[in-house]
T-cell receptor, first 114, second 113 residues
């Protein structure tokens, strides 16, 4: 079955430290990949997306992600975390087809220590 | 530019009551969907629609009904609320095609007592 795995449920990093959130997808074909962020009590906001081409994509708020086909991964990174980055992060995948639905990972909650 | 609008933002229901969660989008998107979000479970698809007059079930459809009479609106009906339906509900819309993102509403926090 098609699925998305975010192995880390909760990550805590110090402000100013680097961040990497992991995402793996299950299907063999190259999917369309997304990272969303959800601040407490808010809806989901798109951080970045990958469809094709350059495997390193830049997003908003200083985030980037790298698509690695050999590892079926699309990890999210940020060189220096800010306290305002504390939120929940969701990786999502669209495998194509007529349904048009994204499949979401279970999310990674990020806490930032001062 | 409203995007996806959900109402209400908060709702408390008694077990057995029915209600409708409203969702409207002004982007002329073909795809609309409803998700529920529960702690540790991520977002799970309830129902979705690929266009006006066409709906289908997602991963967790039991206890919910949908209809899509117009492109803009996609209401979610709870037929007889149960405590297990306590959750945060998100509506999303998306343009047809793979290289498009989903836009989300702000969510409806529903508590069933």
């Amino acid at each position: 079955a098609q699925s998305v795995t975010q192995p880390d449920i909760h990550i805590t990093v110090s402000e100013g430290a680097s961040l990497e959130l992991r995402c793996n997808y299950s299907y063999g074909a190259t999917p369309y990949l997304f990272w969303y962020v959800q601040s407490p009590g808010q809806g989901l906001q798109l951080l970045l997306k990958y469809f094709s081409g350059d495997t390193l994509v830049q997003g908003i708020k200083g985030f980037e992600a790298e698509f690695k086909r050999s590892q079926s991964s699309f990890n999210l990174r940020k060189p220096s975390v800010h306290w305002s980055d504390a939120a929940e992060y969701f990786c999502a995948v669209f495998y194509g087809g007529s349904q048009g639905n994204l499949i979401f990972g279970k999310g990674t909650k990020l806490s930032v220590k001062p | 530019n409203a995007g996806v609008t959900q109402t209400p933002k908060f709702q408390v229901l008694k077990t057995g009551q029915s209600m409708t969660l409203q969702c409207a989008q002004d982007m002329n998107h073909e795809y609309m969907s409803w998700y529920r979000q529960d702690p540790g479970m991520g977002l799970r698809l309830i129902h979705y629609s690929v266009g006006a007059g066409i709906t289908d079930q997602g991963e967790v459809p039991n206890g919910y009904n949908v209809s899509r009479s117009t492109t803009e609106d996609f209401p979610l009906r709870l037929l007889s609320a149960a405590p297990s339906q306590t959750s945060v509900y998100f509506c999303a819309s998306r343009r047809q095609g793979g290289n498009t993102e989903a836009f989300f509403g702000q969510g409806t926090r529903l508590t069933v007592v």
